[in-house]
């Protein structure tokens, strides 16, 4: 499912016209990426939480060449399910 | 500061102001509820400008328990992932 078929899927399940429906998405996922870009976490019961790791810089390698470079420090957010989807998700299996 | 779907609530009833507050609430359960039954259902939720969960087969494999040492087997499983879109990593990283 991407963007647009959640908000069609959204504007049916509560009667709302598309483009309200595409609105409060977009409130949404905006509301999120401005929590993480201030480096807070994402807490939502029963869907998961986000967290944003912090890396130092390090000596890696070009995968392709082999060759050394720096790595610069980075900020990189990480999911983990909440425990009911992640029970849910493995029993519909 | 963690944010929680009340502050999800809050920010739908502000920036949209045709909405009650008990409008506001049903829309973020509602996207959640699609966006969990989507997982559900075994297909990957893309989210433009975010990212994108996928849900990813587990083959059964043997583990130990790190306390005892015993062996066992882990059973088959389904589990959900997280990618960053490019926009999301940029944003975090102050681009």
Request: no cysteine.
């Amino acid at each position: 499912m991407n963007k647009s078929e959640l908000i069609e899927a959204l504007a049916q399940d509560i009667g709302i016209p598309h483009r309200e429906a595409a609105a409060i998405t977009n409130t949404i996922i905006d509301t999120m990426i401005e929590s993480l870009s201030r480096g807070e976490s994402i807490e939502i019961r029963g869907f998961g939480s986000f967290v944003i790791k912090q890396y130092e810089s390090y000596e890696g390698r070009n995968p392709k060449t082999g060759k050394k470079i720096k790595v610069k420090p980075k900020k990189l957010p990480f999911f983990k399910v909440g425990k009911d989807l992640r029970e849910q998700v493995n029993v519909s299996g | 500061m963690t944010l929680t779907k009340a502050d999800l609530v809050q920010q739908v009833y502000k920036n949209h102001e045709t909405l009650t507050k008990a409008q506001a609430t049903e829309s973020v359960e509602a996207f959640l509820r699609i966006s969990k039954n989507s997982l559900i259902d075994g297909s990957d939720l893309l989210l433009s400008g975010f990212g994108k969960f996928n849900v990813k087969d587990k083959n059964a494999r043997r583990g130990r328990n790190p306390q005892t040492g015993a062996e066992l087997t882990l059973d088959a499983r389904r589990v959900v992932t997280f990618k960053p879109s490019g926009i999301l990593r940029e944003k975090i990283n102050g681009a």
